[in-house]
């Protein structure tokens, strides 16, 4: 059974920085691609970053380029997200998603809310 669990969400202030990671267990991590979308209210879920297995490629939301940056470290099976510059409009539940092949799965969210 593989599970993903965020943590690192949390209230900050605009421009303002957190870093949000992911765990997975139940498989081996390095045979998925991982990736972090968001969802704010009333919106559609949207990719923010996605790493391949080996993390030689990643690819960003143009909304999020240059201020968010995805990393992954196998050895530790963790996917991580570095945000910095948060606007309001980066509030939503951030969540993240493993791929391989057809089968996918989603962690449970964390909450981000950028707000003075």
């Known amino acids: 059974q593989v599970q993903l669990v965020e943590s690192g969400g949390g209230l900050v202030q605009p421009g303002g920085s957190l870093r949000l990671s992911c765990a997975l267990s139940g498989s081996i991590f390095s045979t998925y691609a991982m990736g972090w979308y968001r969802q704010a209210p009333g919106k559609q879920r949207e990719l923010v970053a996605r790493i391949s297995r080996g993390g030689g490629s990643t690819n960003y939301a143009t909304s999020v380029k240059g201020r968010f940056t995805i990393s992954r470290d196998n050895a530790k099976n963790t996917v991580s997200l570095q945000v910095n510059s948060l606007k309001p409009e980066d509030t939503a539940v951030y969540y993240c998603?493993?791929?391989?092949?057809?089968?996918?799965?989603w962690g449970q969210g964390t909450q981000v809310t950028v707000s003075l």
């Open positions: 998603n493993a791929q391989k092949g057809s089968a996918e799965y």
